[in-house]
């Protein structure tokens, strides 16, 4: 499929993000989730068949412009969308953080998922599980996705009326994990979204002369992007929402490790060693699985190949 047009969104229960943010029970009702997951006992999705609802996505995902994106509607089964804005925490917590630093954030709010309570955080353990990185491997391509136990940036966002976020391009190294930063997930939490408040996501071009896309923040509604270092996005309007009215989301990001940690660390298997009190039996089995572990480790691949079949034949 090819990449979808300003405006559009799938698969679907909006006709485009530019009006009032109301979705007709019957639209709701018609489309199913983009995550089947089951709520019958915990948060339950088949690893198999998440990977491909991202792989079904895959073409839109990485051929969009201005750079590789989605935005998906209907995300979650309703009941998980309600359950996320159900436990918003909507006193002060502990943790929460809080930007009052203009075009860097204006009134909005961080709120870390360890502070929240035992149905959020099951709903963000549920993010950072294997069936959510299978589906987000099918999706944008990149394998051997991390999610961040940490949750450095992310968790619950809230911005209040006159809040922004300025265009920006996010970091892009965790200096805590050390891992390369590759995609983020937001998934909004508002109900009865006027246009008119404002509070759009934009995206940019990568050279800052164009906005190529805006997302209205509706409810149970997913952006999906690429982090690099020209993926410019951002709400720099303040919102027009009325006293009491927020902006809430998720966010989530994604990593993947550097192959120079096998410039660092040598890459070994498991080592093995007998006890001083085992039997003879079990120290030569030991002293042989470290044998083998440094002949392939230190022999030349053709030579460990001769080695290997001159053993063969010796045991028969």
């Not at 353990?125 to 299978?134: C, K, R, V």
């Not at 002369?209 to 805006?214: D, F």
């Not at 410039?263 to 003879?280: F, M």
Request: neutral net charge.
């Amino acid at each position: 499929m090819n990449a979808l047009p300003l405006g559009q969104s799938i698969p679907g229960g909006v006709a485009g993000d530019r009006g009032v943010g109301k979705r007709s029970d019957a639209a709701s009702v018609a489309s199913a989730p983009v995550l089947p997951v089951d709520l019958r006992d915990g948060l339950a999705l088949d690893y198999a068949e998440a990977r491909a609802a991202g792989e079904a996505l895959a073409a839109d995902y990485c051929f969009a412009e201005p750079f590789p994106h989605i935005v998906l509607d209907h995300f979650l089964p309703d009941d998980v969308a309600q359950l996320a804005i159900d436990h918003f925490p909507r006193e002060s917590l502990r943790s929460d953080r809080v930007f009052e630093i203009g075009y860097a954030g204006q009134h909005k709010r961080q709120i870390l998922p360890a502070d929240c309570d035992a149905q959020a955080r099951a709903l963000f353990h549920f993010f950072n599980s294997q069936p959510m990185l299978a589906f987000l491997e099918g999706l944008t391509t990149i394998q051997g996705l991390i999610p961040d136990p940490y949750f450095l940036g992310g968790g619950y966002h809230e911005t209040a009326r006159g809040g922004k976020l300025g265009i920006h391009a996010d970091f892009r190294v965790n200096e805590q994990l050390h891992l390369h930063r590759r995609l983020n997930v937001i998934v909004y939490l508002n109900k009865e979204w006027d246009a008119s408040w404002g509070g759009a996501l934009e995206l940019w071009s990568r050279d800052m002369k164009e906005k190529c896309r805006e997302v209205l923040p509706l409810f149970n509604r997913c952006v999906i992007f690429n982090t690099d270092a020209t993926s410019f996005h951002g709400h720099p309007d303040p919102l027009m929402t009325p006293e009491g009215v927020c902006r809430r989301s998720i966010a989530l990001y994604y990593y993947t490790a550097s192959h120079e940690i096998y410039k660092e660390v040598p890459n070994n298997s498991t080592i093995y060693h007998a006890r001083p009190g085992d039997t003879g039996e079990t120290r030569r089995e030991a002293f042989q699985l470290r044998l083998d572990q440094h002949l392939r480790q230190w022999v030349p691949p053709a030579l460990q190949r001769y080695v290997f079949a001159l053993r063969r034949r010796l045991m028969r």
